[in-house]
């Protein structure tokens, strides 16, 4: 896992556990303060029949942004919806870089968008909405 910010959140064990991402070969750039970036390099087994990327592991990537960027303050967040409009194809080789930001947040839910791009390109634009189900917790 690379890691470029200067301290350790909650969104960072969640990651460490995260089976589907790591095993996909997601990197978590930075988590902190509801904001997330994680990269993803596009392999010749996420392409489709039309041989661009498939839009579920656009949007797994996303996904995984949000989860993060939602879970960097400390309480267990998880997804309530969330929706993405595909703008451009990508390609094996390709590197996603998918940016997650807090927009709202009242009670228990929030709102997160979340910009997938390639080579500074947007490839993609998700939002999603969260609810908090557990009290936040210590980190050891």
Do not use: W
Request: with cysteine; net charge negative.
């Amino acid at each position: 896992m690379a890691r470029t910010d200067q301290h350790r959140t909650p969104a960072h064990d969640m990651f460490e556990r995260d089976v589907a991402s790591n095993g996909l070969g997601m990197q978590l750039i930075e988590a902190a303060d509801g904001r997330a970036t994680v990269r993803m390099r596009i392999t010749g087994a996420m392409v489709n029949g039309h041989s661009v990327a498939h839009g579920g592991y656009v949007f797994l990537l996303a996904d995984t942004a949000f989860a993060c960027a939602c879970n960097s303050h400390g309480p267990v967040t998880m997804a309530a919806g969330a929706d993405i409009c595909f703008l451009r194809p990508s390609r094996a080789g390709d590197m996603l870089e998918a940016c997650a930001t807090e927009r709202a947040t009242t009670g228990r839910s929030g709102v997160y968008d979340v910009t997938v791009t390639c080579d500074g390109a947007v490839v993609a634009e998700f939002r999603g909405r969260s609810r908090v189900i557990e009290e936040p917790r210590t980190l050891t």
